[in-house]
């Protein structure tokens, strides 16, 4: 298996981590903040990009854990966290500095205008394939220009 596992220390692998996590798919009930650790992570069905370019079937996911550490806080808007069985979309992550410092505030930025807010000490953000991939005949599309 060529299991994808990515570690992200600033804004840059960030984005390349945002890049593999475009589109994923998750339940509410797969989102853990544990706040004695400072971590928050998400277990997600990743649509694997890598994986499909110049392809027109046989895509692929794969079950992926997202994990950011030096969480301060969490907070969510959008949907309803008590709904373990909702399924969110997660479209992209986004970094806001705050100061000059390292910390800040790491956006999941969620259809529907939902989102995650995490604050964090810093970037410190791990993308690890956990399982085997499956096929999947739907390719996630977006609005050109978007």
């Known amino acids: 298996m060529d299991a994808l596992k990515l570690l992200a220390l600033d ?7 945002s890049a593999h996590v475009q589109d994923a798919v998750f339940k509410v009930a797969g989102i853990l903040y544990d706040g004695r650790r400072h971590q928050f992570s998400l277990v997600i069905n990743r649509f694997a990009w890598e994986k499909a370019e110049g392809k027109r079937r046989n ?18 808007l959008g949907f309803d966290r008590s709904d373990a ?23 999941l930025v969620l259809a529907g205008d939902a989102s995650i807010a995490l604050n ?4 410190e953000a ?7 991939a499956w096929e999947t005949a739907f390719k996630p599309r977006h609005p050109e220009g978007a």
């Open 59 to 76: 895509f692929e996911r794969r079950r992926a854990v997202l994990l950011f550490k030096c969480v301060t806080a969490v907070r969510s």
């Open 126 to 132: 791990q993308l690890t394939d956990t399982g085997g």
């Open 11 to 17: 804004e840059e692998d960030l984005s390349v981590v």
């Open 85 to 107: 069985e909702a399924v969110l979309d997660l479209l992209a992550l986004r970094f806001s500095a705050k100061g000059e410092g390292p910390e800040g505030t790491i956006e």
């Open 120 to 123: 964090v000490e810093c970037i």
